[in-house]
């Protein structure tokens, strides 16, 4: 399943995780209800009132009924929220399994302000916060089938960083420095959104996520960027906190 049921084109493996556990709520849900509500109809019809027969009225809190509601209950309880919470942990082992060779990761800082995002990529050094960084605004490339670590903070208010084809929805808070981990594994360009009213102008804070080869990606680091402000605010040091 793929960008099916109006979701968005699926570019990450992890993402269609989070898909899945969707159809499976779905599904269990949506199955329960209609096996209930067709119980309920049932009833209604076969005990109602009619002529020569009076509708029949029961509490049910004889002890027969109430060990029923209970299995029924019970029953229900492990089919929808033990079977969801088993499958949500699965899926979000998959979606943070981060590899333990990180060596040809990409570490990106992300500092959204009211309303562009700004983005920040350690130069030749491997360095953050020093003269070569690449800075960018709205637009992040990176390649493709490569792990991607970002730190992600806010300048000003609570914004979220929001990427609806890796279904990933993470909020960039000031003073807090959040890890992500995601993987592309189909080039394209993709939405980048802001999924917290920021502001005003919070419903055009839009960016751009091209996936590419290494190549092409190794091209765009040595291309002459929009100029941005680094200012003191902005940027910080990969921290300890972060993967
Ligand atoms: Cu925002």
Redesign the pocket.
Known sequence: MNGSWGFPEGASAAGMEIDRLFYLAFWLTGVCFLVIAGVLIYFLIKYRARKGHSAYYTHGSSKQALLFTLALALAVFVLIDVNLAYHDHLAWEKIWSVPKDLSNAVRVEIG?K??EWHFRLAGADGKFKTEDDILSVNELHIPVHTPIIVALSSRDVI??FFLPNFRIKQDAVPGIVTNLYFKADKPGTYDIA?A?H?GLG?YR?RGWLVVESQDEFNQWLTEPLEETEPTAEWGWEWGARVV
């Open positions: 959204p009211q309303f914004h979220s802001c917290e920021c919070h804070m």
